[in-house]
């Protein structure tokens, strides 16, 4: 199955690959980086994305890809065909889908604290492949305060469930130990995105994340290797 063409909401935007990214550890590092649900994992023999992204100008792509779920729907068989991404343009992808989060949600993204991470995909019994298939993990801070917090994870909990999204984790802002979080997973997709506050507020203002996180991808061109 080669996925080489999405306009699932009829804006003739072609797009047809994702890419690699690397993301350093940082004491605010958002908390999602560690939250890899089994659910993330394919069946042995078989590997599955580790890991469980901005501006107005691209907001008609962002909609096409984050709102849509993007790629067909993976099922437990080893060798079931994957999606296939370049990597550039997975990354496009990430930074449009994280732009449209922040647009309907009102709020400015901070571009230089983007952070990119591509991961060898692994399965089941930490079996790795070596036809280039790959998961990307990409997120980006906004400046938002604190108190907007709350309204911004609300509406994206009442936008994204409109939009063939599945909520998987959520809660409003109370404190800086308990924070806003706002996870959901493609119904139809494995495409997750994220976003949440992110540090403690005590040595650094805390900001907002918004992120996402791909299923796993093959670059095309390339034969899959099968188990």
């Known amino acids: ?3 080489d063409h999405i306009d699932t909401f009829g ?3 072609d797009l047809g690959a994702f890419l690699d990214a690397a993301m350093s550890d940082e004491e605010e590092g958002p908390p999602h980086m560690a939250d890899k649900s089994a ?4 069946p042995a023999k078989r590997r599955s994305p580790r890991g469980n992204v901005p501006l107005r100008a691209v907001a008609a792509v962002s909609v096409v890809l984050l709102l849509a779920g993007g790629c067909a729907p993976q099922d437990d068989a080893p060798n079931t065909p994957l999606p296939r991404m370049a990597k550039d343009d997975a990354l496009k992808w990430a930074k449009d ?3 449209h989060m922040a647009e309907l949600t009102d709020v400015e993204l901070l571009p230089d604290t983007a952070k990119v991470h591509f991961e060898a995909c692994v399965g089941a019994n930490d079996e790795v492949a070596e036809d280039g298939r790959y998961s990307l993990f990409y997120y980006v801070y906004s400046p938002a305060p604190a108190t907007d917090h709350t309204r911004i994870v609300r509406k994206l909990r009442s936008e994204l469930s409109k939009r063939g999204y599945e909520v998987t984790s959520y809660r409003e802002f109370r404190s800086a130990y308990a924070s806003a979080v706002f996870r959901a ?5 494995s495409y997750s995105v994220e976003a949440e506050t992110v540090g403690s507020g005590k040595r650094k203002p805390q900001r907002f994340s918004f992120a996402v996180r791909t299923p796993c991808m093959l670059p095309p061109g390339v034969k899959q290797q099968q188990f």
Not at 39 to 42: G, I, Q, T, V
Not at 185 to 189: E, H, S, V
């Open 97 to 99: 889908s994280t732009a």
């Open 1 to 3: 199955m080669k996925i």
């Open 11 to 13: 804006t003739g935007v």
């Open 39 to 42: 659910a993330d994992r394919l």
């Open 185 to 189: 997973r493609g119904k139809k997709t």
